[in-house]
């Protein structure tokens, strides 16, 4: 069935996980050309027979138009090129790719991470490693979304960033239907960092909520982490009216309060006593946050930029301090304001001295 009547679209969705299959079914069900490519045959097999990808969507019956293929060949024929790999993935993926890609062809991404080593953005792998790609026919694709709801149509909201208008709306038209909304923005660097950041602070809830904290701390770590994220994303060259939105605030809360979130999940483990390793093991999926805190601290560092919530999630991750302690270092920082960024720009309020 196609909710919606959109021009039709040849679409290679690179990446068969839970959000790009997702994301494929959705485009078949808006009446596009899709081919889903992914890494094994079993797995072609699968979602071409059986129309399920039974490891990453569990109970979902895919649309039956999404074709899935382990062969990029379907790249060089294609109008959209739609990326959803793990950032680790994302290098690798974009050298591979690059020949077959058009010089027409609009590519978006909707990876929510960052590059161990080096802190870059995917974007910015995207056009390091594609040279006849530029900048106005790139997009991000981002927002409030667990695939499991996305592949089920339940109402979702997304944002697509771009640098031209032009190409947001492309993705916007080829994803939006009576279910799936879908808003485009010009801040690519905010929409990449509230979506690889708000991972940290889900695991963060989770590892809280693992420790039985209850709602009141759930709810301070999710607005002082945004805070966190505002602050580097700021300093690296965002909005800050994009952390408020779909993609930093909306993202936010669907990451530390779903029992979807592979992020909260491994936090829930880690509260639980499990090592880093049993909790990674028993998601059985990426978890982007654990990768994406070592190199925001990394870059948080480099810029002088203080990130508290980060800092004690990243001392569990990597330095195994007990997750109680943890908190109770948090909770026995000295004493601050909560608004200080606002207070020293404005007039209004108290004056710094």
Same mark, same amino acid.
């Given at each position: 069935?196609?909710?919606?009547?959109?021009?039709? =679209?040849? @679409?290679?969705?690179?990446?068969?996980?839970?959000? +790009?299959?997702?994301?494929?079914?959705?485009?078949?069900?808006?009446?596009?050309?899709?081919?889903?490519?992914?890494?094994?045959?079993? =797995?072609?097999?699968?979602?071409?027979?059986?129309?399920?990808?039974?490891?990453?969507?569990?109970? *979902?019956?895919?649309?039956?138009?999404?074709?899935?293929?382990?062969?990029?060949?379907?790249?060089?024929?294609?109008?959209?090129?739609?990326?959803?790999?793990?950032?680790?993935?994302?290098?690798?993926?974009?050298? &591979?790719?690059?020949?077959?890609?058009?010089?027409?062809?609009?590519?978006? %991404?909707?990876?929510?991470?960052?590059?161990?080593?080096?802190?870059?953005?995917?974007?910015? @792998?995207? /056009?390091?490693?594609?040279?006849?790609?530029?900048?106005? &026919?790139?997009?991000?694709?981002?927002?409030?979304?667990?695939?499991?709801?996305?592949? &089920?149509?339940?109402?979702?909201? /997304?944002?697509?960033?771009?640098?031209?208008?032009?190409?947001?709306?492309?993705?916007?038209?080829? /994803?939006?239907?009576?279910?799936?909304?879908?808003?485009?923005?010009?801040?690519?660097?905010?929409?990449?960092?509230?979506?690889?950041?708000?991972?940290?602070?889900?695991? +963060?809830?989770? @590892?809280?909520? +693992?420790?039985?904290?209850?709602?009141?701390?759930?709810?301070?770590?999710?607005?002082?982490?945004?805070?966190?994220?505002?602050?580097?994303?700021?300093?690296?060259?965002?909005?800050?009216?994009?952390?408020?939105?779909?993609?930093?605030? +909306?993202?936010?809360?669907?990451?530390?309060?779903?029992?979807?979130?592979?992020?909260?999940?491994?936090?829930?483990?880690?509260?639980?006593?499990?090592?880093?390793?049993?909790?990674?093991?028993?998601?059985?999926?990426?978890?982007?946050?654990?990768?994406?805190?070592? *190199?925001? /601290?990394?870059?948080?560092?480099?810029?002088?930029?203080?990130?508290?919530?980060? !800092?004690? @999630?990243?001392?569990?991750?990597?330095? =195994?301090?007990?997750? &109680?302690?943890?908190?109770?270092?948090?909770?026995?920082?000295?004493?601050? %304001?909560?608004?200080?960024?606002?207070? =020293?720009?404005?007039? !209004?309020?108290?004056?710094?001295?």
């Amino acid at each position: 069935m196609v909710i919606d009547d959109f021009p039709t =679209q040849r @679409i290679a969705v690179i990446g068969g996980g839970s959000f +790009g299959t997702a994301l494929a079914s959705v485009c078949a069900n808006n009446g596009h050309d899709v081919s889903l490519i992914v890494r094994n045959s079993s =797995q072609v097999t699968e979602i071409n027979e059986n129309h399920t990808n039974e490891h990453y969507l569990p109970g *979902v019956l895919l649309h039956s138009g999404v074709r899935a293929t382990t062969s990029e060949q379907c790249i060089a024929h294609s109008d959209v090129v739609l990326l959803v790999v793990p950032s680790h993935a994302m290098r690798e993926t974009c050298k &591979r790719i690059a020949p077959f890609l058009r010089s027409d062809v609009i590519l978006a %991404h909707a990876t929510k991470g960052l590059e161990l080593g080096t802190g870059a953005r995917m974007s910015t @792998i995207i /056009l390091d490693t594609c040279p006849t790609l530029s900048e106005q &026919r790139l997009a991000v694709v981002t927002g409030p979304s667990h695939a499991e709801e996305v592949s &089920r149509l339940l109402p979702t909201t /997304l944002v697509v960033a771009s640098a031209s208008k032009v190409t947001a709306e492309c993705i916007q038209d080829m /994803l939006m239907n009576s279910v799936l909304r879908v808003y485009t923005n010009p801040d690519v660097v905010g929409a990449e960092l509230g979506g690889a950041l708000k991972n940290i602070i889900a695991l +963060g809830c989770g @590892i809280s909520d +693992g420790l039985g904290y209850g709602d009141n701390a759930r709810a301070a770590i999710m607005t002082r982490g945004l805070v966190e994220i505002s602050r580097l994303g700021i300093q690296l060259g965002a909005l800050y009216h994009t952390f408020s939105g779909l993609t930093g605030l +909306g993202d936010l809360i669907v990451t530390c309060t779903s029992r979807h979130s592979r992020n909260w999940n491994a936090g829930y483990l880690l509260g639980q006593g499990f090592s880093l390793e049993e909790a990674l093991e028993r998601v059985g999926m990426v978890v982007e946050g654990v990768k994406t805190t070592k *190199v925001a /601290l990394d870059i948080a560092s480099k810029a002088d930029v203080p990130m508290p919530i980060a !800092t004690a @999630i990243g001392d569990i991750l990597y330095a =195994q301090k007990s997750p &109680r302690i943890a908190v109770d270092e948090l909770m026995s920082r000295t004493r601050t %304001h909560e608004m200080e960024l606002f207070l =020293q720009e404005t007039t !209004t309020g108290w004056i710094f001295p």
